[in-house]
């Protein structure tokens, strides 16, 4: 069993920083991406930022250059650093992996955390 675990999310005023982090356990290979998804009241959800196992990342227009995704070495830990924050950011951050559960099969499972809350007040 897999486990995505986000944390550091809170209340921050507008130009202000937060990093969150994302921690997945359990059963796990390899994976493929893990990225952070995040979604505002009334909107869908949409991709923010994403990392491949062979540490490339690319992120969505809105934030590039404000947010950095990065990996800890080794583990499946990964963080969201948030800078320049703005009111249009606030939302419910989630991470996403994409991991091989199986010892010897290319398949990539899809495992989502739970979530946490960013709020940017202006």
């Known amino acids: 069993q897999v486990q995505v675990v986000e944390s550091g999310g809170g209340l921050v005023q507008a130009g202000g920083s937060l990093r969150l982090s994302c921690a997945a356990s359990g059963t796990i290979f390899s994976f493929r991406t893990i990225s952070w998804y995040r979604q505002a009241p009334g909107k869908q959800r949409e991709l923010v930022a994403i990392i491949d196992d062979g540490g490339g990342t690319d992120y969505a227009s809105s934030v590039k250059g404000r947010f950095t995704i990065s990996r800890d070495n080794g583990k499946y830990t990964v963080h969201l650093q948030m800078n320049s924050l703005k009111p249009e950011d606030t939302a419910v951050y989630y991470c996403?992996?994409?991991?091989?559960?199986?010892?010897?099969?290319?398949?990539?499972?899809?495992?989502w955390g739970q979530g946490t809350q960013v709020t940017v007040s202006s």
């Open positions: 996403k992996g994409d991991f091989r559960v199986q010892l010897g099969v290319d398949r990539v499972y899809q495992y």
